[in-house]
Structures are given as C-alpha cells and as structure tokens.
C-alpha cells in the first residue's frame, strides 16, 4: 500500500482487530481501541499514533475514564480466580514489569485505600487474611497500556501484555467495593477442603482462557 493511500485509509491497521471470525481476549478490539484512546486528551490523534505502531505500548492518564489498581503478579492471580471464580468477573487487565494492573472505575482509586484502611490491610503475614500493599492510580497519574497487537518480536516476562484486553466501547469496570472483595478474598488463606477453580492454566501461561462473556 503507497503512502497516499493510507493516508486516505486511516483504520486499516484496526481490520486485524475486526475479525469477527474469532473472540481474543488478549488483543484490543477497535471499539476497545477507541475506549482506550477516549482517556487521552486528544484520542483522534492516539488513534492515529497507534495505526502507525499498533505493536508499541503506549501510556494513558487515569482518572478520568478508568482507574487502575496495582498488584503484585501472584496476589492478582488470586483476585482475578475470585473475580471470575465467584464474583462478577473483572475488567480490563494487564500485566507490566511483574505487576498485574486491573483497570476498576473512575473514583476507585480515591476510595479503596481508604475501604482498605478499615480491613487493616497491607504488611500482615501470609494466612491471616491480610495482603500486600497495593498502588491505586487516579486522577493525576499515568500507566503503561500494552499493545494493541501482540508485537512480533517477544518483550519477555516484564513486557506489557494483555490478559484481559479491553473489546467493547464501554466496558464493565469494578469499583472500590467490588475491588475490596476481592482483595479480601484473595488474602484469605485456602483451606484444603475448598474446590480449587482457576482461570489461569497450569502450564501454558499465554493461552486465553476468559470466558468473557461472562462480563456486565
């Protein structure tokens, strides 16, 4: 394709992400692209800078159309197998520099460390339903987002990467209570005779294993 006409052509580089043919639950869908890019103070020309390097991550404010809570990978491991184990499924959600960042309302990062606060949370021991520290990101702060393709050359174990991609125009985002729920649930220690139900795979870290339909 020359120059000019992609230039006439400006969403060429979303098709792959049309493909109605298949469900990936780690690749950004075009309506889960314009959502995204709606965070940014000029998401037309976002949108243009992804088309040119779909495969690049980039980096929202929060605040405004989504907040962002940050775990550590394993503890995240344990609200996402509450959250779609038992509760009502998550968000958004991606993993950078062995962090799990769950995308959650606008307003969840002002209230949850306060709901927090009353759980006596963060600095208890492993078993007695407490858990680690978390990093609330609001109004004010910046994440990393992965990209909107998988890029082709692999970015190792602290690249961003999807595990939950976002693929509608509005999609449904927890908030500070639904947040606190599973932070309390995941802290608690498993007794043997629990079922143990995961969304995670034993082995094969990458396979997409999310039943989204299951999403508000």
Known sequence: MTAS????????????????????????????AAWLASAAAYPRSTLSLWEGRPSTPGVLPCGSVFDVVSVPAMFGRRM???????????????????????????????????????????????????????????????????????????????GPRWLVAPDVRQPWLPGPDVMLWACVRAGRPVQVTEPRISIFPPAEQDAKVYDVSRRR
Request: aromatic share 4%; glycine share 14%.
């Open 80 to 158: 996402l197998d509450r959250l779609w184990a038992e509760g009502p499924g998550s968000g958004p959600v991606a993993t950078h520099r062995g962090r799990m960042l769950l995308f959650a309302s606008p307003g969840t990062a002002q209230r949850l460390p306060s709901l927090l606060q009353w759980e006596e949370w963060g600095g208890g021991r492993e078993g007695e339903g407490s858990g680690p520290p978390l990093l609330c990101h609001g109004t004010g702060d910046a994440v990393t987002v992965p990209p909107l393709t998988a890029p082709h050359a692999p970015q190792g174990p602290s």
């Open 5 to 32: 006409k992609r230039d006439h052509a400006p969403t060429d580089i979303f098709r792959v992400l049309r493909n109605e043919g298949s469900h990936h639950t780690a690749e950004v869908t075009a309506a889960g």
